[in-house]
């Protein structure tokens, strides 16, 4: 661990790893600890020399879901990490080399994600365990937040984004792939799809009355009670 009050010679632009040239605003990885599978992942702040101590660079971390307050959830992408306050200082000698913490953006665009590819979405103020922004739009019938990992299809009618794990299962009973998406001509959403047929019955029978009351007659409904599914009809009994 680093001394409280260290002896600073001199403050550095880059250090090497290999041939890895670190800078500060680089992202670094780190040998795990013989607990976690994990690497270590800081931002490149500031780089020194120390008396006694050789090269030091101070790093922000970055917390995996795992590590903050609440847990992994079903929305945390597999390579998502949340930007800290966590500073410390370490030994150039612990940095193993470049890695990529890019926004979700940036890392959607990807062709090829690799290992050392990761984004990040939320800042975490990690003593006061407070995420930044603390609130996210949610999307689908699940309503969580959306998940690069999760393949989504968008309603062509309310332009909502549903996870295809939600979607009703096919006629056959398998689940929809995304094979099955791509060979509708658009995807239209159970609700939009209930409000479709809703608005559908409810023009043919404005159309329908329409009809009758050109010839000034009204149309009979199940309420009117002598209606046995089509025609006009007379009264069910006679009168005597």
């Not at 370490?90 to 990761?118: P, Q």
């Not at 984004?119 to 690069?148: G, H, L, W």
């Not at 009973?173 to 809703?198: F, H, M, N």
Request: proline letters at 7%.
């Amino acid at each position: 661990m680093a001394p409280h009050n260290p002896k600073r010679l001199a403050t550095l632009s880059h250090f090497f790893v290999g041939n890895d040239k670190i800078k500060p605003h680089d992202t670094v990885y780190m040998q795990p600890s013989e607990e976690s599978e994990f690497h270590y992942i800081g931002r490149v702040d500031k780089i020194e020399r120390w008396a006694g101590d050789g090269e030091m660079v101070r790093v922000s971390w970055f917390y995996r879901p795992e590590e903050a307050l609440g847990g992994r959830k079903s929305f945390h992408g597999e390579k998502e990490l949340f930007e800290s306050n966590h500073q410390d200082w370490v030994s150039v000698h612990a940095v193993h080399g470049l890695c990529r913490v890019l926004t979700l953006k940036a890392y959607e665009r990807l062709e090829t994600i690799l290992d050392l590819d990761f984004f990040s979405r939320f800042k975490y103020k990690a003593q006061q365990k407070i995420f930044k922004p603390d609130r996210v739009p949610v999307y689908c019938t699940c309503e969580m937040p959306y998940n690069p990992d999760q393949k989504m299809v968008m309603c062509e009618h309310c332009k909502d984004w549903f996870h295809l794990a939600c979607l009703p299962p096919n006629p056959d009973g398998t689940p929809v792939s995304p094979e099955d998406i791509v060979a509708l001509p658009e995807y239209i959403c159970r609700r939009c799809t209930v409000t479709q047929r809703k608005v559908k019955a409810d023009l043919a029978k404005a159309q329908e009355q329409a009809e009758y009351d050109k010839k000034g007659k009204r149309p009979m409904r199940e309420e009117d009670g002598d209606y046995d599914g089509g025609g006009l009809h007379g009264p069910s009994k006679l009168a005597r």
